[in-house]
Structures are given as structure tokens and as C-alpha cells.
């Protein structure tokens, strides 16, 4: 068989894995903290039909001759760069203005190792209190502090605020103001090296570089961004780029199966020189 109908093949293939990665940034536009995916290749092995020559005294050297075999999937990366900022007027709601990501458990007991199965982190800052005045996201995993343990609003508090460095403070029932806990962050030096959690957290790898030894930092520490109330990061996702994506990536679907089309025809005339 002719090796163009095998490079076309693979071009098929990495074309529709391209529109799913597309697909899904678009269907993620409107998520809070969700960061785009984008998508690279790279080329597959070549088959040498002739091999290079080293230049001598009386000739000079010639290059090898390499035909390709098509293209793989080199990489899928998350491109952690800042999303537009919506404003809420909701205390709860909470941006990051730099590096850096919330930490959340599904044990409000408090757990310092940041490598658990139980620990995830996440851009996404919609915050809520449960009925034991515990903050949670929206999937009812709780919100640590810098302690490793999650905050808690005493029952009876009110003016609820949260600033910049993540003390959460609230008025208490005699009037006195106190602090429920300051929220904690974990930076990377490598957020591409996390692994995608769903429901919009990311659990750690070696591979991410948590920095702080493992550590947690309060807000504006240690290179880790500050927190504005009231606000949510939205998706990084730009619309006009995905779509100008998924243009080319169309085209290029639409390229390789020229490519098969072409070679099949050709196989046709081939197998009709016999009659």
C-alpha cells in the first residue's frame, strides 16, 4: 500500500483529537477558573531511502533522503495564564490576582500533605458556607486555611469580609471582631505538570513543582497571588481563537482525507492495468 495513504490516516486522527480539545475549551467558556487546552505534534518516524554520504578529498558529501510517515500527538498542554476578572458584590466570591491556587479536601479536619488523594486545587473561587459554617466550593469540598484545616464561621457571626491577604474576619455576637482563619495557597512552578481532577481541580504531581516545600502559603506570600472579594476569575478561553482553530483544524481533517482519496485512486488505476 502507498505510505501517503498511512500519513493521511494519522493526520485524520490528531485533526479530531485537535477538534475535541477545541470543543471542550468552548464548552467551558463560561467556567470560573477553567484554563484552555491546546494541542501540538509532532512528526512520526521516516522510512531513509538512501543514507548520507561524508564529503572525501575528491567528492563532496550528499544529505540522506527520508520520507515521513505522518504525525502524532506531541503534547496536551493547560495554559495557566490569567482569566478575565467578573465582579459579583458577593463576599464569598473570590479572585486570584496572580500565581497561585485555592486548596480544597474532602476532610474539613485539616491535612498538610498537599500531595493526599483527598487534596485538590483550583482556580475557580465561587466559596459558599455549609450549614455548619464551614467554607466550601460547590462540590462540598472544604476550603483550607494556612493551618491545613477549613474555616469556619462561628454560628451568630455577621460582616462577613474577606481582604487581600485572605483573613477571613466577621463581627461576633458581642460585637467584637474576629478572625476565622486566613486562606490558604499552594504555587507551582510547573501548574502545566497538574492533572486534571474534574469538577474543576487539579490534583498534584512530582512532575508540577509545588514550591514551599510542600507548604502552605497565606496570600501575598512567597510569590503567591493576592485575593479581591467579590470577584470571580473567569475562563481563559477566547472565543475568536478556538473558533479560528477550528477552522484550521477542519481544513486540515479535510486536507488528510484528500490525501486518502487521492492515493485511492491511484491504488484504482494500478489494479485496473490488469483487465
Known amino acids: 500500500m502507498l505510505r501517503s495513504l498511512y500519513s493521511g490516516i494519522s493526520g485524520m486522527k490528531g485533526s479530531q483529537t485537535n477538534l475535541d480539545v477545541i470543543g471542550n475549551n468552548i464548552a467551558n467558556v463560561n467556567t470560573a477558573g477553567y484554563k484552555k487546552s491546546r494541542i501540538t505534534f509532532q512528526d512520526l518516524m521516516n522510512q531513509q531511502i538512501k543514507a548520507s554520504n561524508d564529503p572525501t578529498a575528491t567528492t563532496g558529501g550528499t544529505n540522506a533522503s527520508q520520507v515521513g510517515l505522518g504525525s502524532k500527538i ?36 485539616g491535612n498538610n500533605d498537599l500531595n493526599s488523594a483527598e487534596v485538590g486545587f483550583t482556580r475557580a473561587g465561587n466559596f459558599y458556607l455549609d450549614g455548619d459554617g464551614r467554607v466550601v466550593n460547590s462540590s462540598g469540598l472544604f476550603l483550607l486555611g494556612t493551618d491545613g484545616e477549613a474555616i469556619t464561621v462561628p454560628e451568630g457571626a455577621t460582616s462577613l469580609s474577606i481582604n487581600s491577604q485572605g483573613e ?59 485575593i479581591v472579594s467579590g470577584a470571580l476569575e473567569m475562563s481563559n478561553v477566547d472565543l475568536s481563537e478556538e473558533f479560528t482553530n477550528m477552522i484550521i483544524a477542519q481544513r486540515g481533517f479535510q486536507a488528510n482525507t484528500r490525501i486518502i482519496t487521492t492515493s485511492d485512486q491511484i491504488l484504482e488505476e494500478l489494479v485496473n492495468l490488469k483487465r
Do not use: C, W
Open 74 to 109: 506531541g503534547s496536551i498542554d493547560n495554559v495557566h495564564t490569567q482569566g478575565n476578572r467578573q465582579n459579583t458584590d458577593r463576599t464569598l466570591d473570590l479572585a486570584l490576582e496572580g500565581d497561585g491556587m485555592f486548596i480544597v479536601s474532602s476532610s474539613p479536619t
Open 168 to 226: 477571613v474576619t466577621y463581627n461576633a455576637e458581642d460585637g467584637t471582631l474576629d478572625v476565622a482563619g486566613t486562606i490558604g495557597l499552594a504555587k507551582f512552578s510547573n501548574p502545566d505538570g497538574l492533572i486534571k481532577n474534574g469538577n474543576s481541580t487539579y490534583r498534584n504531581t512530582p512532575n508540577a513543582g509545588l514550591l514551599g516545600g510542600g507548604t502552605i502559603s497565606a496570600p501575598g506570600e512567597n510569590g503567591t497571588a493576592d
